[in-house]
């Protein structure tokens, strides 16, 4: 044995390299392993949504707050509204119980929108004068909010993306997010505001009218 080893110290030497090379990659990939992790920890985003009413100085107001309340940024990439399960593309249905005369109606864009740690976004937001809207209306708001839901997809800087909603207080990881679309809250906001700012139009009189 001692002879053998003697004529193949070579051998053996280069056999105990290749061993340490290994154990020093494997070490490296390792750390660069929980190195990742850590970076990926770091900026990690908790998208919460939440519906909301407010009744303050005889105005009522109803909508959605969106808060970040993880570490790191969230790129809202996809936003779905959906009643009844379905997929919708307008949420006026949702005010039918509520005056049709609105106080207010405010509204941001979530689509591309990049919500940073502990901001907080409200996407809609609609307003009534109190004494306009009856416990009725009210009563039937609220039965109608619980056939809503409102998904938001969102990633990391990282590129780790989960899917947020009203209902499950869980948000749940996706591999990605579907490709952006039109904005259902910029949308609704926009149509308000063209209704609220576009003067009746009085038809144009003809030469030598009757005065």
């Excluded at 990690?44 to 949504?49: E, G, T």
């Excluded at 107001?61 to 808060?67: D, I, Y």
């Amino acid at each position: 044995m001692i002879n053998w080893l003697k004529s193949n110290h070579q051998a053996i030497t280069a056999i105990g390299a290749m061993v340490v090379g290994l154990a020093a990659l494997y070490v490296a990939w390792d750390q660069s392993r929980v190195m990742r992790a850590q970076q990926h920890g770091a900026v990690v985003p908790a998208l919460q949504i939440d519906a909301f009413t407010n009744t303050d100085d005889g105005i009522l107001s109803v909508g959605l707050r969106v808060a970040n309340n993880g570490v790191g940024p969230a790129m809202i990439e996809h936003v779905r509204v959906l009643r009844d399960g379905e997929t919708v593309d307008q949420i006026d249905a949702m005010f039918d119980s509520f005056p049709a005369e609105q106080l207010d109606r405010s509204w941001v864009t979530l689509t591309g929108r990049v919500v940073a740690p502990g901001e907080l976004v409200i996407p809609i937001s609609v307003a009534w004068p109190g004494e306009a809207v009856n416990a009725e209306s009210i009563a039937a708001l609220f039965s109608e909010w619980d056939r809503w839901e409102t998904e938001i997809c969102y990633c990391s800087v990282f590129d780790r993306c989960w899917i947020a909603t009203v209902q499950v207080r869980e948000r749940r990881q996706v591999h990605s997010c579907p490709a952006p679309s039109d904005d259902i809250f910029e949308q609704y906001g926009s149509e308000g505001f063209r209704a609220f700012t576009s003067p009746e139009v009085e038809p144009p009189q003809t030469a030598g009218a009757e005065q």
